[in-house]
């Protein structure tokens, strides 16, 4: 994988700038914004840093002292939806093996990377204590659970922006 190329949709500059009305774009609340708005990528990355500086007027070196200053922000590039493979016993037991490959041909990823376009990344996840539903796999808070391999392209067309 090559480097990360964010991109800020249409949408993500609406609800950046949304935060920052919410917060009358009073830059003494710098943090709780940027708090706020890593919710949004999971991440900093500096076409976000350069929007919340803009909307509040600051400089762009105010905004990366907060980032580096407080150690819950980052700007270290994290996916939008990252997805957790189970690989407990009961998960390993019933296929999380070909879970994970289905993941990997369909996004062309391999674990603990970044896609290109910063969607997804693929990581391995202890037991989330739903076994009866093994094998199960998380995408950002949802949980799938009695995976097949064929379930695997339907679920990810739910997370295609792109259409
Ligand atoms: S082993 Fe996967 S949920 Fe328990």
Same mark, same amino acid.
């Given at each position: 994988?090559?480097?990360?190329?964010?991109t800020l949709?249409?949408?993500?500059?609406?609800?950046?700038r949304e935060i920052c009305v919410s917060?009358?774009?009073?830059?003494?609340?710098?943090?709780? $914004?940027?708090?706020?708005?890593?919710k949004l990528f999971g991440f900093l990355p500096p076409e976000v840093q350069n929007l919340v500086a803009?909307?509040?007027?600051?400089?762009?070196?105010?905004?990366?002292?907060t980032i580096n200053f407080y150690?819950?922000? %980052?700007?270290?590039?994290?996916a939008r939806h990252?997805?957790?493979?189970? %690989?407990?016993?009961?998960c390993l037991a019933r296929g999380a093996d070909n879970i994970l490959e289905a993941f990997k041909n369909e996004l062309n990823l391999d674990v603990?990377?970044?896609?290109?376009?910063?969607?997804?990344?693929? $990581?391995?996840?202890?037991? $989330?204590?739903?076994?009866g539903l093994a094998p199960v796999v998380m995408i950002d808070?949802?949980?799938?659970?009695?995976l097949t391999d064929k379930d695997i392209p339907s679920i990810l067309r739910k997370y295609n922006t792109t259409d």
């Open positions: 994988m090559s480097g990360l190329k964010f949709k249409d949408d993500d500059i609406k609800n950046v917060f009358n774009h009073d830059s003494e609340k710098l943090l709780s $914004i940027l708090s706020k708005v890593q803009a909307e509040l007027k600051i400089q762009i070196s105010e905004v990366l002292d150690s819950f922000l %980052t700007a270290k590039a994290k990252p997805i957790s493979i189970c %690989t407990g016993n009961a603990d990377k970044l896609s290109e376009d910063g969607e997804f990344s693929l $990581i391995y996840s202890r037991c $989330i204590g739903a076994c808070e949802e949980m799938y659970g009695n």
